[in-house]
């Protein structure tokens, strides 16, 4: 870190311990930029003996945001939603992660292509023959799988796709075309720079190498659940306590309720060589700003009242 062009608080002194003095006068102050993230900050030593810094996020006691009001806004705005939703689960990543309507799908089927209709339906034949005793000479139809599940009570990509189409999208509108669509929504206009901002910044991040995500696997996670969540989009009203497509059962297994579960990192560093330091450096700049319009953009999300322009303007002026 002094490599790094990390300042000390103070100069160390003959009675310092020598760790002590790194990390009380060198390493705390240096991450003090961090402190705003609704994270916690680790570090520790990876397998190779590096230090390693690392942001993990639970889930309890999440931020909800319920999103149920928001495909009657956007119905006359195709494909405004689900691009925007896309936007933000992915500029969000590395600083205050967000499950997605698209997150609950892929958890519960992790090894389907959910963007296709061909994918879907391969997941829907594999479900199917695994409740058969015998497979029969020939396959029958998929309307013919579908409804045998559905009697069976098992879910499939199929339906639950479907349920949630309102706020997925196979191929997002490039920012240019979001704008162009989404400006005459009012809704839409309330977060749109701060959404904007947030897909910017998160450009702006250090990417994490072979050697973070090594570091981010490291023993201390190495029994971890999963990558822990900020905040979650649930698709039901407030006052309705089960959530539908699967959100729930997701956040439950992943010990939702229970606070000794461990998660891994949603973002770790690791100090191998000077440049390293002037990354972290980075990521300590831009990570609460990437937080706050997160934050901003799920507010507007969450908010049902109708688009009061006056006000709007009132509080810009």
């Known amino acids: 870190m002094l490599r790094g062009g990390v300042q000390p608080r103070r100069p160390p002194e003959t009675a310092d311990s020598p760790l002590r003095w790194a990390t009380q006068e060198l390493l705390l102050p240096f991450l003090e930029g961090g402190q705003d993230l609704d994270a916690m900050c680790l570090v520790h030593l990876n397998r190779q003996g590096q230090l390693t810094v690392s942001f993990v996020r639970d889930t309890f006691e999440m931020n909800s945001v319920h999103l149920a009001h928001l495909p009657a806004l956007y119905r006359r705005f195709p494909k405004v939603l689900g691009s925007v939703l896309h936007y933000l689960e992915d500029a969000c990543d590395y600083v205050y992660p967000v499950f997605t309507p698209m997150v609950a799908l892929i958890r519960q089927f992790p090894w389907t292509d959910l963007s296709t209709s061909a994918g879907r339906e391969e997941t829907v034949w594999e479900l199917y023959y695994e409740t058969l005793s015998e497979v029969p000479v020939s396959p029958p139809s998929i309307r013919t799988q579908l409804r045998w599940l559905r009697k069976e009570g098992i879910p499939n990509p199929v339906d639950q796709y479907a349920s949630m189409k309102a706020y997925l999208i196979d191929q997002p509108l490039s920012l240019t075309a979001l704008h162009d669509r989404g400006r005459h929504c009012g809704h839409f206009r309330r977060y749109w720079p701060a959404l904007r901002e947030l897909v910017e910044l998160s450009t702006c991040l250090p990417w994490m190498t072979d050697t973070d995500s090594s570091g981010a696997e490291s023993d201390i996670f190495s029994d971890a659940a999963g990558q822990g969540y900020a ?87």
């Open 231 to 317: 905040a979650a989009t649930f698709l039901s009203q407030p006052e309705r306590v089960v959530v539908p497509c699967t959100v729930q059962h997701a956040l439950d297994e992943w010990g939702n309720q229970c606070q000794q579960t461990a998660f891994a990192p949603h973002y770790s560093l690791t100090l191998a060589k000077p440049q390293d330091v002037q990354r972290l450096r980075r990521y300590l700049e831009l990570a609460p700003r990437i937080q706050r319009c997160a934050q901003r953009v799920l507010r507007a999300l969450g908010a049902q009242e109708p688009y009061d322009r006056t006000r709007k303007i009132t509080e810009v002026a």
